[in-house]
């Protein structure tokens, strides 16, 4: 334990929290919380309410409830790994609580006859319903409190419990009046102090807040700020000039064509001519390509690192993981290789030889194209002359990132690709420097995918469903839950979804890709999913954006009353790319809430992206407005750029004056919200 006398600063090291040792100080970092400010603007995802005592006996699975009993037996099962299983009773039923280790100081607290309070989510055991883990008091001892206010939950790592969140937030919120108040001046008297904001969203209340509220409005307001002068201020007064001038002369995407087996659509030839008319230019491009999922942006990639390559520049595509980037590879190989290209691969999980030879292949310019990952943006990495940086699908694109760009000596030019729906007045204010294109149109031919909303007791008719697609030659995706808690929870329902399957289904080869295979076995089960050697993709949401199987007409989503709009929208625009009248088929969990409901109507009846976002936006109710993910080229904590549109506004004013009077001000701004993201650039 560190010494807790020394005094507490908002610039101090996370280490100086009671309660963070050096392990500890690791992990935080990994997730950017290097100081104690860090750790006031690590806001809740959403808040629990656990005031009400849940009987046992009414509990269903998957249900976050607060419990008391009585402990009537614990269990110490050895095996490969200790598990102790603790059987917890109340007069209504019986709850079984799962352990994967019990410290002794623990193990002389769970006693059979002891009272025991505890707070978790349920799930379906072998025995019976179960608790893995859960927060838990002793009842039957004077120090026991029972809640009385809801409880904030922090978005955390392996390691790191939502009672240790609350221990180091409520210590850091003791300094949270010493935080300078940069917009104070600024702002008019009707808005409330930052300190406010802070404790509004972090103190336990009876009520959840809501983002109408002042407190939060001025958190988010200077949220957008610092994004907004982030991208400002990256902006030197150099880069204004010296990107390479490539004027097209068509050659190659004339013959490019030639072999394209259809015809652009008129929205991707606008597209493609934009960004001609920007690469063609001296000041370097900075174009955000918008496209709905499955509207054809990987064609404009094409087109446009066709014009550079013609012009002996080099072209560098970065994808977000290492699937994504491996398809787009098999893309470009497939598509540029007849016309004389050589088009390189380059990611974190690539041999010694492997990465060797494409680095020297890109320093002598014998490779044109790079396709990767972050992985293309280290130190090592040397163009011989880069000349476009593509993105695709990046749904943290950072200042980071165009940092490291522009360290690569050149200033290339840049365009980003997303599906994410942003209005255009939002996209010009937030990403100050980014030129928008829009691809407003689907490629003909498209029938739009069938969607139903399928209770999950009615798995056997839909196993019927899949034997006649299969029978049809056609593919599945079978996607499982996201369970933000737990990654080991999730990977053990994708794996028991697995098993169901293959026991379903005893001839059909399966298979299961999730975020815990190595990259090489992750390229491996996706290329034979592509191959149609396997016939069902099992998959965690690892395949969420970008994945392009066209013989897959067939998704099934489980749990989706749990998912986002936006992920749901996402996943579902991974069928409908080939000719087959495609359906997506929503599995729920009954009883459906109301609002769940209402969620699941919404992608049964709309398929545009943008129409889907709005909703998404009503139906949100209280608490769930905080940490819904946002699929958008920024991440936001407290913002919302569709629901705060109207902040925007300000953000002109202040961030000139700003500049003007107080430039540290600015960077103490940008560390506060958008921290030390550089080091992300590892992740590869
Ligand atoms: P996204 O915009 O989601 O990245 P893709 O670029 O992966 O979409 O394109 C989706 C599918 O549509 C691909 O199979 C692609 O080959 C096909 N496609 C793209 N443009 C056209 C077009 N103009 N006509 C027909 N099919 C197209
Ligand atoms: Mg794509």
């Not at 419990?67 to 019986?94: A, C, K, N, P, Y």
């Not at 060797?356 to 090592?380: M, S």
């Not at 299961?512 to 050697?533: I, Q």
């Amino acid at each position: 334990m560190p010494a807790s006398s020394a005094p507490l600063y908002l610039q101090s090291s996370v280490s100086a929290l009671r309660g963070v040792g050096p392990a500890l100080v690791q992990r935080l970092q990994r997730m950017d919380i290097w100081r104690v400010q860090d750790v006031l603007f690590h806001l809740p995802s959403r808040y629990q309410d656990r005031r009400h005592l849940l009987p046992i006996g009414t509990l269903l699975p998957e249900q976050e409830a607060a419990v008391l009993g009585e402990i009537t037996q614990v269990e110490h099962l050895r095996g490969r790994r200790d598990q102790w299983l603790v059987t917890l009773s109340d007069g209504t039923g019986q709850l079984y609580i799962r352990l994967f280790h019990m410290l002794a100081p623990m193990r002389a607290q769970w006693q059979e006859g002891r009272r025991l309070w505890c707070f978790g989510e349920t799930r379906a055991g072998y025995q019976g319903l179960e608790m893995v883990h859960p927060e838990w008091q002793m009842a039957d001892q004077p120090q026991f409190e029972a809640p009385t206010h809801l409880t904030p939950f922090y978005p955390s790592t392996q390691g790191i419990t939502q009672a240790q969140w609350r221990r180091w937030v409520a210590q850091a919120l003791t300094l949270v009046d010493q935080l300078p108040d940069y917009l104070a001046k600024y702002l008019g008297p009707a808005w409330p102090p930052l300190g406010e904001g802070l404790r509004l969203l972090h103190e336990s209340a009876e009520e959840v807040p809501t983002p109408a509220h002042p407190a939060w409005q001025r958190l988010a307001l200077e949220e957008l700020l610092a994004n907004h002068l982030a991208i400002r201020s990256a902006r030197t007064a150099g880069d204004e000039t010296g990107a390479p001038v490539i004027k097209a002369s068509g050659s190659l995407w004339t013959a490019f064509l030639k072999q394209l087996p259809f015809a652009l659509t008129a929205a991707q030839q606008r597209v493609i001519a934009e960004i001609n008319q920007n690469m063609a230019q001296a000041r370097p491009m900075r174009r955000l390509l918008q496209g709905d999922v499955g509207s054809g942006k990987t064609l404009v990639a094409a087109a446009a690192a066709l014009t550079a390559v013609e012009q002996n520049y080099q072209v560098a595509l970065m994808a977000p993981t290492e699937i994504l980037a491996e398809q787009l590879y098999d893309r470009f190989v497939e598509w540029l290789t007849p016309l004389g290209i050589q088009v390189g691969f380059l990611v974190g999980g690539l041999g010694q030889k492997a990465r060797r030879e494409v680095l020297e292949n890109l320093h002598n310019q014998r490779i044109q194209i790079v396709v990767g990952t972050q992985a293309l943006f280290q130190d090592e990495v040397k163009f011989a002359g880069l000349g476009l940086v593509i993105i695709d699908e990046q749904h943290r694109f950072g200042v980071d990132q165009r940092r490291q760009l522009l360290e690569k000596g050149t200033i290339p030019h840049l365009l980003v690709m997303t599906a994410t729906p942003i209005p255009r007045t939002l996209a010009m204010t937030v990403h100050a420097d980014l030129d928008l294109s829009i691809i407003d149109a689907l490629p003909p031919g498209r029938s739009p995918v069938e969607t139903l909303v399928v209770a999950d007791t009615r798995r056997a008719e839909l196993m019927t469903r899949m034997q006649h697609r299969l029978a049809e030659g056609d593919q599945i995706y079978w996607v499982c839950p996201l369970i933000e808690e737990s990654e080991i929870l999730a990977l053990q329902a994708a794996e028991t979804s697995y098993a169901d399957l293959q026991a379903a289904l005893p001839e059909v080869p399966i298979a299961l890709v999730h975020g815990r295979l190595p990259a090489a076995e992750k390229a491996r089960v996706m290329a034979d999913f592509k191959a149609g050697k396997t016939r069902i993709l099992v998959a965690t949401t690892v395949i969420e954006v970008g994945v392009d199987v066209p013989n897959a007409s067939l998704m099934v989503i489980e749990h989706a009353e749990r998912m986002g709009l936006a992920q749901l929208h996402q996943l579902r625009g991974r069928v409908g790319r080939g000719q087959r009248q495609s359906s997506c088929i929503l599995l729920y969990h009954p009883p459906l809430g109301g609002k769940a409901r209402a969620r699941l109507q919404v992608m049964r009846d709309s398929r545009d992206g943008f129409v889907i976002a709005r909703k998404d936006l009503e139906l949100r109710g209280p608490g769930e407005y905080l940490g819904t993910r946002q699929t958008g080229l920024l991440q936001m904590r407290v913002a919302d750029m569709m629901r705060d549109e109207a902040l925007l506004a300000e953000l002109p004013r202040l961030a000139t004056q700003l500049l003007h009077e107080n430039p540290e001000a600015v960077q103490a701004l940008i560390q506060r919200w958008l921290g030390n993201r550089l080091d992300y650039s590892q992740v590869g």
